[in-house]
């Protein structure tokens, strides 16, 4: 029997003004999207013309001078490297620390696992002139190692704080069945309970990613002096100020777009998996 208009529940106000919000908060994300990506087709006369013009036609030639001209494609290429690099050991290292922290009792456990969850709280810009003078001193300043480490640092304590609430839901049953059939601690924990912390993995692993490809701070002290190191982050900066005085503002809205795509397109391939992982740390 089918529910008349009368029996169906009515949506609350709060419901509808929730909608409304999600809707223009869906607009105020879209639309400056949307017009970077037509700018990136414009010249400057239709760039600083009308706002909502669309571009007289397709130039691609913006694209190519942000890619050849302004070196797009060699900062995009060094931020591949220091990302995949700096995101592995931020999960291996963070993942093996939260596991430890999660499972195991021994003195120091709760102050240890308190010192990664202050690191959330404190703001990397204050240790900037402190990280500077250590990196320095260890000779990796201007180099991809240094930032790479850095990078590790700086996204273990949210790694840390989020992967230890996962592993702690995972069945104590089936880590004591592997330690009676004589696997080791380390065997225990690449075999058995890293594969059943997958969610929780993906989906950290692409918030870190995230965070990692736009990062701009740490670059910009600790790469100042090796431009063929710069990130993208580091070479749209540096379009920037150039378009300041050659008035190619088309290359630099191109540039945008080509650091925008890669993690727009992660995002929404891997969408579903980051939904499911929050979900099921959050439900078990």
């Known amino acids: 029997m089918a529910l008349t208009r009368e029996d169906r529940p009515r949506q609350g106000v709060l419901s509808r003004l929730s909608h409304v919000a999600l809707f223009v908060w869906a607009l105020l994300i879209v639309l400056p999207l949307l017009w970077t990506f037509l700018a990136s087709f ?11 013009q669309l571009p007289g036609a397709l130039r691609f030639d913006n694209w190519v001078r942000a890619w050849d001209t302004a070196h797009i ?4 290429f060094n931020t591949v490297i220091v990302v995949a690099l700096s995101t592995f050991g931020t999960m291996l290292f ?78 104590d049953a089936v880590a004591e069945a592997a330690m009676i059939d004589g696997a080791s601690h380390t065997r225990t924990f690449f075999q058995v309970m890293l594969p059943m912390a997958k969610p929780g993995l993906i989906s950290i692993t692409i918030f870190n990613v995230l965070g990692q ?72």
């Open 213 to 284: 490809w736009n990062q701009y701070l740490l670059p910009l002290v600790l790469l100042a002096g090796a431009k063929d190191k710069w990130v993208i982050t580091q070479g749209i900066a540096n379009i920037s100020i150039i378009a300041g005085y050659q008035a190619d503002w088309p290359a630099l809205f191109a540039a945008l777009n080509l650091a925008i795509i890669p993690v727009l397109i992660i995002y929404i391939v891997f969408q579903r998996q980051i939904q499911s992982g929050l979900g099921a740390g959050a439900l078990k």
């Open 42 to 52: 414009k010249n400057n006369t239709e760039i600083f013309g009308d706002p909502l």
């Open 94 to 171: 963070g993942s093996m620390a939260a596991y430890v922290l999660a499972r195991y009792t021994f003195f120091g456990n709760r102050f240890i696992y308190y010192l990664f969850v202050a690191g959330m709280a404190f703001p990397v810009f204050l240790a900037l002139s402190t990280l500077f003078g250590v990196v320095k001193q260890l000779g990796l300043l201007d180099t991809y190692t240094g930032v790479i480490l850095v990078y590790i640092a700086y996204s273990l304590p949210f790694t840390v704080f989020f992967m230890a609430a996962f592993f702690r839901t995972l069945p």
């Open 73 to 76: 494609g060699r900062y995009m």
